[in-house]
């Protein structure tokens, strides 16, 4: 599986915007998807997951309430939707899929990856 992220840019604190990413690739569907994002210095950490068929989603504490993770399995895409933006939020957004279900905040357990798009949020 391939992924592609795309989405990120430059937005004021308050704004939003809506990261994508989209897998080449078969069995789309067979794969828990997680976004991940690693700030300039700092671990690549956990960001928001969702379900093979979206039923289930979680969230980093960070970004509950903020960012909403959906995915679309017929067009082989996952969507980050991100409001009200932070500085803190600036970093590399990362796309990257799992089949293990259990270990979704993990990203030793994700055998695919994006290349990521940068978000940067001026205060």
């Known amino acids: 599986v391939q992924l592609q992220a795309s989405g990120g840019g430059l937005v004021q604190a308050g704004g939003s915007l809506r990261l994508s990413c989209i897998a080449a690739?078969?069995?789309?569907?067979?794969?828990?998807m997680g976004w991940f994002r690693q700030a300039p210095g700092k671990e690549r950490e956990f960001a928001a997951a969702i379900s093979w068929s979206g039923g289930s989603t979680f969230y980093a504490n960070s970004v509950k309430g903020r960012f909403t993770i959906s995915r679309d399995n017929a067009e082989n895409t996952v969507y980050l939707q991100m409001h009200s933006l932070k500085p803190e939020d600036t970093a590399v957004y990362y796309c990257a899929a799992t089949r293990n279900y259990n270990k979704y905040a993990s990203k030793t357990e994700y055998i695919y990856w994006g290349q990521g798009t940068q978000v940067t949020v001026s205060s």
């Open positions: 690739g078969r069995s789309f569907s067979s794969y828990v």
